[in-house]
């Protein structure tokens, strides 16, 4: 399958998306389940999407064998943020594959089914290796990532761009990026 990631485009996109995440009520709930009081890691985190669809768009999956299991949508990596949020927008009720993959420490795997349509996973991926396991019956995987960051500025935060990069416009990215850590500073500064 093939895999699409536009990044930076909520803004542009929708009113909706970007407006929600900063939201009082949804970051005490993204909080409460994280333990720790987290804000979006900065405006070009919010959203981005990531689409798997099939190699001749919507129908050819359905025309296709399964698919070996094997081979990941996304690479096993690490996230750049210390906390993603995860939100399935496809209908994931008769999915199969399309789970969430988590190395565990001792090197074997625990695989997470994937959320219902509307439903979300927190999840520590800067810390975590993980991947996404191909959808093997459905036309396409959709969901969106916030990435998040701890509010305290005393608190570590392991943010990096390592693996943002080479999906982003970059003076966009380096322009919130050095933003965001010049406030952190600045907040450190003040204590």
Same mark, same amino acid.
């Given at each position: 399958?093939?895999?699409?990631?536009?990044? &930076?485009?909520?803004?542009?996109?929708? *009113?909706?998306?970007? *407006?929600?995440? @900063?939201?009082?009520?949804?970051?005490?709930?993204?909080?409460?389940?994280?333990?720790? =009081?987290?804000?979006?890691? !900065?405006? #070009?985190?919010? *959203?981005?999407?990531?689409? %798997?669809?099939?190699? +001749?768009?919507?129908?050819?999956?359905? $025309?296709?064998?399964? /698919?070996? %299991?094997?081979?990941?949508?996304? =690479?096993?990596?690490?996230?750049?943020? @210390?906390?993603?949020?995860?939100?399935?927008? &496809?209908?994931?009720?008769?999915? &199969?594959?399309? =789970?969430?993959?988590?190395? $565990? +420490?001792?090197?074997?795997?625990?695989?997470? $089914?994937?959320?219902? !349509? +509307?439903?979300?996973?927190?999840? %520590?991926?800067?810390?975590?290796?993980?991947?996404?396991?191909?959808?093997?019956?459905? @036309? =396409?995987?959709? /969901?969106?990532?916030? &990435?998040?960051? @701890?509010?305290?500025?005393?608190?570590?935060?392991?943010?990096?761009?390592?693996?943002?990069?080479? $999906?982003?416009?970059?003076?966009?990215?380096? #322009?919130?990026?050095?933003?965001?850590?010049?406030?952190?500073?600045?907040?450190?500064?003040?204590?």
């Amino acid at each position: 399958p093939s895999s699409l990631l536009p990044r &930076s485009r909520a803004p542009v996109c929708s *009113s909706v998306q970007p *407006s929600t995440w @900063p939201t009082p009520e949804v970051l005490k709930i993204v909080s409460d389940i994280a333990g720790v =009081e987290l804000v979006p890691a !900065m405006d #070009y985190e919010i *959203s981005h999407t990531n689409v %798997q669809l099939g190699p +001749g768009g919507l129908d050819a999956p359905k $025309k296709q064998e399964v /698919t070996d %299991q094997t081979k990941p949508i996304i =690479e096993w990596h690490k996230d750049s943020h @210390p906390w993603v949020c995860v939100v399935m927008l &496809s209908d994931a009720r008769h999915m &199969s594959g399309g =789970e969430t993959e988590l190395m $565990k +420490g001792d090197g074997t795997t625990l695989k997470v $089914k994937a959320p219902q !349509m +509307g439903c979300a996973v927190l999840l %520590q991926g800067r810390y975590i290796t993980h991947t996404a396991a191909p959808v093997t019956n459905m @036309p =396409e995987r959709v /969901t969106i990532v916030t &990435s998040f960051r @701890p509010k305290n500025p005393l608190l570590v935060d392991d943010t990096t761009n390592k693996n943002v990069r080479n $999906k982003s416009h970059l003076t966009e990215l380096y #322009y919130q990026w050095t933003t965001y850590r010049l406030d952190v500073i600045a907040q450190r500064a003040r204590i």
